[in-house]
């Protein structure tokens, strides 16, 4: 498992996703709506995952979001996950999953992710990383920058 997971509410937000890096400690799930077009800088990479809502409703997509940030957080509880969005409806949920100890944090934009695991670092500085050693490690150390 990664040790960054990104989340991105592409309905609310559309950062460009080319700065997003080939890493091994980094993994981008891209969630659409059902009528949503790929990202125009989308390229086929490991570290990038579009997933496409199949219906429609109130918050369906961002039940879908909650539900893999559910899923992940199980599986690997001690990566960092990073949710993309501007909606404030994301918080409650962080707030709760942060009480079991999982690190979480809700950005409006990619800007709030640290920048080495972003592509500026270069995918030569990336590699799988355990804990202090990995980039942002100093993010989870730090109760206020892992707060909604």
Known sequence: MPAHTIL???ENVQP???????CESVKCLVFLGPLQKLPK?????ASIE??????RGRNALDFLIAYHLGQMALQAPDSIYYIVSKDTGFDPLIR???TGGTKARRVQSLD???LDLLSQA???SCAPCPGAECPGADL???KDAISP
């Open 8 to 10: 991105v509410d592409y």
């Open 50 to 55: 579009c997933i496409r809502m199949d219906g």
């Open 41 to 45: 800088d989308y390229a086929p990479i």
């Open 122 to 124: 270069g995918p030569d």
């Open 96 to 98: 709760h999953i942060q």
């Open 140 to 142: 989870a150390a730090r």
């Open 112 to 114: 709030g992710i640290p």
């Open 16 to 22: 460009a996703l080319g700065g997003i890096t080939e």
